[in-house]
């Protein structure tokens, strides 16, 4: 027997169906299945709301319907799809690396605003997806991009990602700048930066799914920025320009720990919600 031929419309509402006991909130189911349909099937919503009456073929129903049994168990939906937004690029992800979040854009668009398209090293520290690595290699073609991380497999999801994207990078496996001997015009991170303490009010899907390597950090969170702090002036050209995302509270803090190393300015800056959440370091 042939199973019954579904459209976009139907498999919608069956989706809805299998998630509500799990997903109470309708607007946050529905927004996960748009955003696996649309991902699933490299559409804009526009795209999904114009066929929603044409018949989904059996391979991409299948593909379907196995990400939301996965999002059923509480896997992320963009770990059901594979893959995440970032800059207006797909990346892919899964459990080896973060899921790179909107605060992070910021942190990148800064970045391209700030430095001029002549010809830059860059290295960014922690790259996980290679999202800012990457992202910085194809707006900026002329720079000359490392991309670094502590885990194999981390970078393995980051080399994928610029084979994908047909970009060159450099990669380095590194705690920090233990295997890294250059200086840079432009460096740049994204560390772990949640303390343990917060542990009791995220999400489980986050604290069971994404790597805790990438996430959390001791002293409150800033054990990883004291310790780039340590050696950051061996690896910055003089007149370079270090960009660092923060957590919210942790403004005052890192002002402090960068604006004690000498002959540098320290910036802090809000994102769009007016939080703390980037900071830059200049070498005079």
Same mark, same amino acid.
């Given at each position: %027997?042939?199973? @019954?031929? %579904?459209? /976009?419309?139907?498999?919608?509402?069956?989706?809805?169906?299998?998630?509500?006991?799990?997903?109470?909130?309708?607007?946050?189911?529905m927004a996960q299945l748009d955003y696996l349909l649309t991902g699933m099937m490299d559409w804009s919503y526009s795209q999904l709301a114009s066929n929603l009456n044409t018949v989904i073929e059996d391979e991409k129903r299948i593909r379907f319907e196995v990400a939301v049994r996965a999002i059923q168990g509480g896997v992320p939906v963009q770990y059901a799809l594979g893959h995440a937004a970032f800059y207006g690029?797909?990346? #892919?992800?899964?459990?080896?690396?973060?899921?790179?979040?909107?605060?992070? @854009?910021?942190?990148?668009?800064?970045?391209?605003?700030?430095?001029?398209?002549?010809?830059?090293?860059?290295?960014?520290?922690?790259?996980?997806?290679?999202?800012?690595? &990457?992202?910085?290699?194809?707006?900026?073609?002329?720079?000359?991009?490392?991309?670094?991380?502590?885990?194999?497999?981390? &970078?393995?999801?980051?080399?994928?990602?610029?084979?994908?994207?047909? *970009?060159? *990078?450099?990669?380095?496996?590194?705690?920090?700048?233990?295997?890294?001997?250059?200086?840079?015009?432009?460096?740049?991170?994204?560390?772990?930066?949640?303390?343990?303490?917060?542990?009791?009010? %995220?999400?489980?899907?986050?604290?069971? /799914?994404?790597?805790?390597?990438?996430?959390?950090?001791?002293?409150?969170?800033?054990?990883?920025?004291?310790?780039?702090?340590?050696?950051? &002036?061996?690896?910055?050209?003089?007149?370079?320009?270090?960009? /660092?995302?923060?957590?919210?509270?942790?403004?005052?803090? &890192?002002?402090?720990?960068?604006?004690?190393?000498? #002959?540098?300015?320290?910036?802090?800056?809000?994102? %769009?919600?007016?939080?703390?959440?980037?900071?830059?370091?200049?070498?005079?």
């Open positions: %027997m042939f199973e @019954e031929q %579904m459209t /976009f419309e139907a498999l919608r509402n069956w989706g809805d169906f299998r998630l509500e006991p799990y997903l109470h909130d309708k607007e946050e189911r690029r797909e990346f #892919n992800v899964d459990r080896r690396v973060l899921i790179p979040r909107p605060e992070t @854009e910021e942190l990148v668009e800064w970045l391209l605003r700030d430095q001029p398209q002549t010809s830059q090293t860059v290295l960014d520290i922690g790259t996980g997806s290679g999202a800012i690595a &990457l992202t910085l290699a194809l707006e900026r073609p002329q720079w000359h991009v490392t991309a670094s991380d502590i885990s194999h497999d981390a &970078l393995t999801v980051a080399q994928e990602n610029g084979q994908k994207f047909g *970009v060159s *990078v450099t990669y380095v496996e590194s705690d920090l700048f233990a295997n890294i001997q250059e200086q840079y015009d432009v460096i740049v991170s994204n560390p772990p930066y949640i303390p343990d303490s917060e542990r009791d009010v %995220m999400d489980d899907s986050v604290l069971v /799914f994404e790597p805790a390597v990438a996430l959390f950090a001791d002293d409150a969170g800033l054990a990883l920025y004291k310790a780039i702090a340590q050696d950051l &002036l061996d690896h910055l050209k003089p007149k370079g320009v270090a960009y /660092f995302e923060i957590g919210y509270l942790q403004g005052p803090a &890192l002002l402090g720990v960068f604006g004690e190393l000498p #002959n540098v300015t320290v910036e802090l800056r809000q994102d %769009m919600a007016g939080h703390d959440r980037m900071i830059k370091v200049t070498r005079k």
